[in-house]
């Protein structure tokens, strides 16, 4: 195989992305390499927005979740009385988009000139907007007499977007919920009651308030990466896509990488390139920086690995957002379930969805959320909010028989920092993962907070007449202990893991801010949730798309340099 100029390895969000971008010079060979299978985008379990709850449910393995998804797992942590947690990532063309919730949130102003601020200049707000504006079709605004409709607050949702915060033309179709739940209805009628404004726009001017999400979605289907970045640019004979491929480590000469070297089909190979780009995201790219001699010099002699470049701050820094869900049991069948009674909608949600792409299997069931704050001092957001019109749930919620709610209470900025280090020095060896949740700078205050405020939500007029009782934790857990207590044992992660290798200019910091490659390093770059320094205040996959489309545009701006 010829040499190739861009050699980019993982074809999630950011992989697909810098796929099409960089392949838009024709004079670019571009090599994509994926461990997963290729063409995943319209495979049924993928399109549909419902089927996110079945890849990671066991009794439903025999539709085909499990050839989506690559498990990772923590060891045991000590705040959590030495419980570890599952931590899946999608597999294939496509990655994590294939199987995530399909929420697009951007995050907060205040994140990114975070970023900005710690040494990362040109990665503000303003400096990433217009990406943000490039890489999205907002379906509001490109169609918004179709969606007039859509209502919030007694006004059609369309006419309450600033266009301003927005693109248009973008490959990423970002949607309204399809079909509402009317129990979500509920839900914003409660929080309202319960003091929290509507927001029409959480990507907007600002964040606060409680309204309906907006989806990687189009015309009631699931759009991924792959759908949006990879299948329209497939045809150009510059791109090669080289899928259910494993890569080992890299190559390097001295300290340049000139390739990778994979396993596919039993056999090794060698794939070279010009460039090197990770794109693996934050488990398996710091992995393989270490496996191929770069990273903290004495992790690195622990399993006898030659040192090629001392980076201290590989695999550190992880940081993921803490979720706790509340369970309610209804008394009506308003909510979307499985039961006798319910059985005569359920074969119209079918027929809906095969004749129109509407009802149930058009919704994730979390329709609607909130950005709030637990300081009353602050108007900052600090936990998010999931309102979701069934039971059935990746983290712990019963099932999809019978009719209940769940309200999800997601910190957004935990404190706690984590590490990722090597098991051994084989690459098929998953790495040492621990979030150090509740250690150091991470405590439970805001979790607990989150809780009591949810609480309050859902004892306000418009639930009266649907909740049947609180099934988790149960209404007797009321105590500071006693919610710590559930909170220990219930907490999981919204699996949105970013930091590992942090861009900056510090001692612990692993890519330039204003190139992206790997400090002291030639031919080598990270591009993706990685590189993130900190956490942004919402789901992660919109900041990822948008430094991915930001790192293209440094590439190519570099190459015009030349």
């Not at 309906?212 to 510059?238: H, I, M, S, W």
């Not at 089909?265 to 693996?280: D, H, K, N, P």
Request: aromatic share 8%; hydrophobic share 40%.
């Amino acid at each position: 195989m010829a040499p190739f100029d861009y050699v980019i390895v993982g074809a999630g969000a950011a992989g697909c992305v810098l796929a099409n971008r960089l392949s838009e010079n024709p004079q670019n060979r571009v090599a994509l390499i994926e461990a997963g299978a290729d063409r995943n985008a319209r495979k049924a379990i993928v399109r549909i927005p419902l089927a996110m709850v079945t890849f990671m449910a066991p009794a439903l393995a025999f539709l085909g979740g499990p050839k989506f998804m690559s498990w990772f797992e923590t060891e045991p942590e000590p705040g959590l009385q030495g419980r570890s947690m599952s931590l899946p990532r999608g597999r294939g063309t496509g990655g994590s988009t294939n199987v995530n919730g399909q929420i697009f949130m951007r995050g907060q102003r205040e994140d990114f000139d975070a970023w900005r601020d710690a040494g990362n200049p040109g990665w503000g707000y303003d400096d990433l907007l217009p990406y943000f504006r490039k890489l999205e079709r907002f379906e509001l605004l490109a169609e918004p007499e179709r969606k007039r409709s859509i209502r919030l607050g007694g006004k059609p949702l369309a006419e309450q977007i600033d266009p301003a915060f927005h693109g248009t033309d973008g490959p990423l179709n970002i949607a309204p919920p399809r079909s509402v739940n009317p129990l979500t209805q509920a839900y914003l009628e409660a929080a309202q009651l319960a003091g929290h404004p509507l927001n029409a726009d959480f990507n907007g001017e600002r964040q606060n308030g409680v309204g309906f999400y907006t989806f990687t979605q189009k015309n009631g289907e699931r759009v991924t990466a792959e759908g949006a970045y990879l299948d329209p640019v497939r045809g150009r004979p510059n791109l090669t896509v080289i899928p259910e491929t494993r890569v080992d480590r890299l190559i390097l000469d001295e300290a340049t990488v000139t390739g990778v070297a994979v396993r596919r089909g039993g056999r090794s190979e060698i794939v070279e390139g010009r460039e090197t780009i990770l794109a693996a995201g934050s488990f398996v790219s710091p992995q393989l920086l270490m496996l191929s001699g770069i990273g903290p010099a004495r992790e690195l002699a622990r399993h006898d690995i030659p040192l090629v470049v001392d980076l201290p701050g590989v695999g550190q820094n992880l940081q993921d957002h803490l979720d706790v869900t509340l369970e309610y049991r209804a008394k009506t069948t308003a909510p979307y379930g499985l039961s006798w009674k319910a059985l005569p909608r359920n074969i119209l949600h079918v027929l809906d969805w095969l004749f129109r792409r509407r009802g149930l299997f058009s919704s994730t069931t979390a329709e609607a959320g909130g950005f709030v704050s637990t300081d009353p001092a602050s108007d900052r957001p600090d936990v998010q909010l999931f309102f979701c019109s069934g039971r059935a749930n990746t983290q712990a919620a019963s099932g999809f028989t019978g009719h209940g709610f769940l309200m999800h209470v997601c910190q957004l900025r935990p404190g706690s920092i984590g590490q990722l280090t090597l098991r051994s020095a084989d690459p098929g060896d998953k790495p040492y993962i621990r979030y150090n949740f509740f250690r150091g700078d991470s405590s439970m205050d805001v979790l607990r907070a989150g809780i009591r405020l949810a609480r309050k939500i859902m004892a306000q007029k418009p639930f009266e007449s649907h909740l049947g009782a609180e099934i988790d934790p149960g209404p007797d857990v009321e105590s500071d202990g006693a919610l710590d207590a559930f909170i220990r044992e219930r907490v999981g992660t919204l699996f949105h893991p970013v930091g590992t290798c942090a861009m900056g200019d510090g001692e612990h910091a692993v890519v330039d801010p204003a190139t992206l490659r790997v400090h002291g390093v030639g031919g080598l770059r990270v591009i993706d949730a990685s590189i993130m320094p900190t956490i942004v205040s919402a789901n992660t996959v919109a900041a990822t798309y948008c430094l991915a489309e930001k790192g293209a545009d440094l590439i190519r701006n570099e190459g015009a340099l030349q």
